[in-house]
């Protein structure tokens, strides 16, 4: 969070289902949910009326790719709605086939209170994001025109708004959440073949969206320094996975990690093109590592 700081005053972090570096239960056969309880434990601190909604990721993006484990996201809207706290589900990235569904909400089967979107809508042709809220807090605004006057000058705008309803038709035309539901798992089968290359520590993610995290040493799941991070990520990683054509995010917001979201009609060929070439600059990578 650091580059983005100073951040929104009175925002609270929780903890991130990061089970590779957890400290409650990456030693354990299955998640505890301690990091779905600690929503529960800040809310106390902080007190549950000085709270107006929780915002969340269906799968996390920042720090690469963090899938929830099973049975977290009926425990975050069980104790927002134990504690009358609306649960906003930030779909900005998850959207739109991404995993394999309209929205991330529905691949893990929880109700929020809003949905914020944008990016995928359009498939990044021009630019929109927008807010869906439930009936239930729509009602709020209905009977009194006076209660909320807000405006925009782009809001709804005409050639972003034909864009998304053109893009929309084509992700039902085509099938789109279908196509990447019915390739997602060769996707995660054949990434999963870069575990035997020393740099690569965990290998995550589900749909169209994974992260290969890097690792000094595999054992002990070693990090890197901040001068190792900048020369493997910015000198070595990022210009020759380019320059090979493999256009994707290499990041050190977190732990160095390798960020894909490839194309939603990628199948097969592009998979193997993708890991072909991470398994060649990745291994070229570990040999000038282990030198330096």
């Known amino acids: 969070k650091t580059p983005f700081e100073p951040l929104v005053p009175g925002a609270i972090k929780v903890q991130t289902p990061y089970r590779y570096r957890c400290h409650d239960c990456s030693h354990l056969a299955a998640c505890s949910l301690r990091c779905a309880d600690d929503l529960e434990l800040r809310i106390e601190m902080e007190g549950p009326d000085t709270i107006a909604a929780v915002f969340m990721e269906p799968l996390q993006n920042t720090g690469g790719a963090f899938a929830p484990p099973e049975g977290y996201w009926p425990r975050v809207r069980e104790i927002c709605d134990r504690y009358d706290i609306l649960l906003v589900s930030d779909e900005v990235i998850s959207a739109f086939g991404r995993l394999g569904h309209m929205f991330g909400s529905q691949r893990y089967g929880y109700q929020p209170d809003m949905i914020t979107f944008a990016k995928g809508v359009t498939s990044g042709y021009a630019p929109l994001g ?3 809220i439930s009936d239930r807090i729509a009602e709020a ?4 025109a006076s209660a909320f006057l807000q ?3 782009f809001g ?3 050639v972003s708004c034909a864009v998304a309803n053109a893009n929309l ?4 035309r085509e099938d789109l959440c279908g196509h990447v539901l019915a390739h997602e798992g060769t996707f995660n ?3 999963q073949t870069l575990r035997d290359i020393p740099l690569v520590g965990d290998v995550r993610g589900e749909g169209y969206l994974y992260a290969i995290e890097l690792v000094t040493d595999q054992a002990t799941r070693g990090t890197f320094t901040t001068e190792q991070a900048n020369w493997l ?6 210009p020759r996975l380019y320059a090979a054509g493999l256009i994707c995010r290499a990041d050190d917001r977190g732990e160095p990690v390798i960020t894909l979201s490839p194309p939603l009609i990628a199948g097969p060929e592009e998979f193997d093109f993708i890991t072909t070439t991470l398994r060649t600059v990745l291994t070229e ?3 000038e590592l282990a030198r330096r």
Not at 233 to 238: K, M, P, Q
């Open 169 to 172: 038709d084509i992700f039902e």
């Open 189 to 191: 089968d054949m990434l």
């Open 141 to 144: 605004f209905m009977g009194d």
């Open 130 to 132: 927008g807010v869906m």
């Open 156 to 158: 709804s705008h005409p």
């Open 151 to 153: 405006g925009q000058t």
């Open 285 to 287: 990578a570990s040999t």
């Open 233 to 238: 990520l910015r000198d070595h990683l990022s």
